[in-house]
């Protein structure tokens, strides 16, 4: 147990979007939470509702059509959503920090790296431009990007994908942020040059207190990086667990499925696969949103489970019936 | 086993414009002599990084590209020399899979005329039986029935593949080639496609060029493995082998890059260093010195050659010959 509160804490956070004709609840009721200095995963397919997590808690979803149906997204004890714009203002960039999927598009295409990480700098610190540069610099080196003399005066264009990514987790870390939130930071690049990143976020993690929320659909990345999972299926946490008791134990039948469908080292068997598809988020099934792809499904899976201890440690966490009194386990 | 598909010294060089005035031209080399056997029956996996040239190369083996230079043997016979009423009665027998099933299936058609369209312009189907051949393959690969009269919108990403498989299919190739077919869809339908590949294919015997950067689902999937980098296949071994005892520095630090799903076994390798060189001008010598950590002066003036360290093991580096 941590000895001090989580960093984060999300409360029953539902975010829903309302267009002509639909509502989609892309965030329904969900409760996580990071502690200092750790690495959280969250974990899940396509549209489960990661980004929108991530975007919520900095208060960057457009309204409308987006709105907070419920909940309270607690930092350092204090809710970021009833907070002005303006104090939102100063939470970003300064405390919480966020890298995105796609360092081509996120990276404004007419300032030089130097302006843009300079521009943080300044924002967030009242620098002058000259120390501003001086920071940059360092932060260049910092990130490992090679001659950043040259590079800082460089337009996103002339660099890699990989180097765009350094960039933009040189202008995440600028201000020391408490917490860094990066979503799929590697999906976009190659296997070693997600590597290298990979490497890079994990010394920049050893040397500070940063805590970090990781979204990923990417098990290996989980495995090897995170200290916690949040796995996370049309809208809600399915199962909570730290990564050690998650690959050890798996409880949840969407879980189980996940790891099973990863290829095995003995490429004789089939692969073991989950039928049917993710439903769509403005159609969801009754009850457990995943009981219509669930081996295990019953009548009572008509129902919500809620997400409940299932260890007497309180440190595995999952949301299904099986495990729920009289359940019978897996 | 024999041979089906037998490539030899392939070039592919796209000339780039610079500018709509400038007179200057530059190459990329994007497939740069590359020689490769695939049996019948057999899955090649074929894996590297983005831009290193597996769809070129792909898409060369099946005549979709036109070669700068190579020779291209299906069942012995060169394609490149093939007239067109050769080519026709080719096209058939090598089909090919596409990474997006998005952009791949006509948004205008149902899927019925998808499926259908190829076996009617090949002679495989006639009007009175179209239906029941499209339900027998739609059977194969999985597809409801009621799904016949619909369009591509109506679908998840996976019935898309399911589709584009089905067209693959309905005119039975001998050699298919499957550009990154998973790469688009999420982790649970990976695995529903991966099993219908490899159960088709065991069933009907095709030789697949199977493309992929994830190094996972070619293990799982492929009976040997082929490794490019920046245009040039730089080794080839059987699966098994390339994961136990992998030769070339490129595909051991591909194979270190890849996080393991298992917690417990932490990997403390030290990642590759810089970025992949850009094929407009590629590093003399090996293509792989700038990022290399066993380079020696020799592996940046010369270029290695293919070198037989086993049989069915090949090996593109000095440090083997
Ligand atoms: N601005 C929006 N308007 C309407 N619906 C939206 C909007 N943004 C997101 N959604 C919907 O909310 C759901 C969750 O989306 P989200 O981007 O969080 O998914 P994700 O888990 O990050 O997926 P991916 O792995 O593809 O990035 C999806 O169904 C998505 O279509
Ligand atoms: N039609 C084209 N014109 C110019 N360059 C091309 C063309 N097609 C591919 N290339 C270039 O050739 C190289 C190899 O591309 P490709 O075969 O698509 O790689 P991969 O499939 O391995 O990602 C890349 O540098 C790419 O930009
Ligand atoms: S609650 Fe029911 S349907 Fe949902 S995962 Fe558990 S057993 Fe399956
Ligand atoms: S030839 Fe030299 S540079 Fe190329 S892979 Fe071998 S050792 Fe490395
Ligand atoms: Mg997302
Ligand atoms: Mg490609």
Redesign the pocket.
């Known amino acids: 147990m941590p000895t001090r509160p989580p960093l984060l804490h999300i409360e029953n956070l539902t975010t829903s979007?309302h267009?002509n004709d639909t509502v989609?609840q892309?965030v329904r009721g969900v409760n996580l939470h990071v502690n200092q200095a750790e690495t959280l995963a969250i974990v899940?397919?396509?549209?489960?509702?990661?980004?929108?997590?991530a975007l919520s808690i900095l208060r960057l979803i457009?309204m409308p059509?987006?709105r907070f149906d419920s909940g309270q997204i607690k930092f350092n004890n204090q809710d970021l959503l009833s907070l002005s714009e303006a104090e939102m203002q100063k939470v970003r960039g300064n405390d919480i920090s966020m890298i995105f999927q796609e360092p081509m598009t996120s990276l404004n295409p007419i300032f030089t790296i130097g302006d843009q990480i300079g521009e943080a700098i300044i924002q967030h610190q009242s620098a002058t431009g000259a120390e501003a540069r001086k920071q940059t610099l360092e932060l260049l080196q910092k990130v490992l990007i090679p001659s950043p003399e040259t590079r800082i005066d460089q337009y996103p264009h002339e660099l890699s994908g990989g180097m765009k990514q350094r960039v933009m987790i040189a202008i995440a870390i600028a201000c020391r942020p408490a917490l860094l939130i990066a979503d799929?930071p590697t999906t976009a690049l190659d296997v070693t040059i997600q590597d290298q990143i990979l490497s890079l976020l994990s010394s920049l993690k050893k040397d500070s207190e940063m805590s970090i929320l990781l979204i990923t659909?990417n098990l290996g990345i989980v495995a090897q990086f995170a200290d916690r999972v949040n796995v996370m299926y049309s809208g809600k946490i399915v199962e909570e667990a730290s990564v050690d008791s998650l690959f050890e134990n798996p409880m949840h039948p969407y879980t189980r499925g996940l790891l099973n469908s990863l290829p095995k080292d003995d490429s004789e068997s089939k692969l073991e696969s989950i039928s049917g598809a993710v439903p769509h988020?403005a159609f969801l099934p009754e009850g457990c949103a995943f009981h219509p792809r669930c081996k295990d499904a019953m009548p009572r899976c008509q129902q919500q489970p809620p997400l409940t201890n299932a260890t007497k440690e309180n440190t595995h966490k999952v949301a299904c019936w099986l495990y729920e009194e009289g359940g019978e386990g897996l | 086993m024999t041979t089906l598909i037998s490539i030899r010294s392939l070039k592919k060089y796209f000339p780039i414009h610079e500018g709509f005035l400038s007179k200057n031209t530059k190459t990329v080399k994007a497939v740069d002599g590359v020689s490769l056997d695939i049996d019948r029956g057999e899955i090649l996996g074929l894996v590297g990084e983005s831009g290193c040239g597996k769809t070129t190369l792909g898409r060369m083996s099946i005549n979709l590209i036109k070669p700068t230079s190579g020779e291209i043997f299906f069942d012995g016979v060169d394609i490149l020399k093939l007239d067109n009423p050769g080519l026709k009665a080719l096209r058939p027998k090598m089909q090919i899979i596409f990474q997006d099933p998005f952009g791949s299936l006509n948004p205008r058609f149902t899927v019925e005329r998808i499926i259908g369209e190829a076996m009617m312009v090949h002679g495989l189907a006639e009007r009175s039986n179209l239906r029941s051949k499209v339900t027998e393959i739609m059977q194969k690969v999985g597809l409801p029935n009621s799904f016949m009269n619909r369009y591509p919108h109506e679908f998840s990403g996976g019935q898309r593949q399911r589709i584009g498989i089905a067209r693959a299919l309905s005119l039975h190739p001998r050699y298919l080639v499957c550009d990154e077919p998973v790469s688009a869809l999420d982790v649970s339908i990976q695995a529903q496609i991966i099993n219908l590949l490899q159960e088709l294919q065991e069933k009907e015997n095709i030789s697949i060029l199977f493309i992929s950067h994830d190094l996972n689902v070619v293990k799982h999937l492929s009976h040997r493995t082929a490794v490019m980098y920046l245009g040039q296949i730089v080794e080839t071994a059987p699966t098994k082998i390339l994961n136990k005892n992998a030769a070339h520095p490129y595909t051991r630090a591909l194979l270190a890059a890849k996080p393991s799903t298992n917690p417990k076994e932490s990997s403390d390798h030290v990642p590759l260093s810089g970025d992949v060189p850009s094929p407009l001008n590629p590093p003399a010598g090996c293509h792989f010195h700038t990022r290399c950590p066993e380079a020696s002066d020799r592996c940046k003036t010369e270029q290695p050659t293919p070198f037989q360290l086993e049989e069915r093991h090949t090996v593109q580096c000095h440090l083997y010959n």
Not at chain 1, 44 to 53: I, L, Q
Request: contains cysteine; glycine residues 20%.
């Open positions: 979007f267009t989609v892309a899940g397919e396509s549209g489960c509702g990661k980004s929108v997590t457009s059509p987006g799929e659909h988020p």
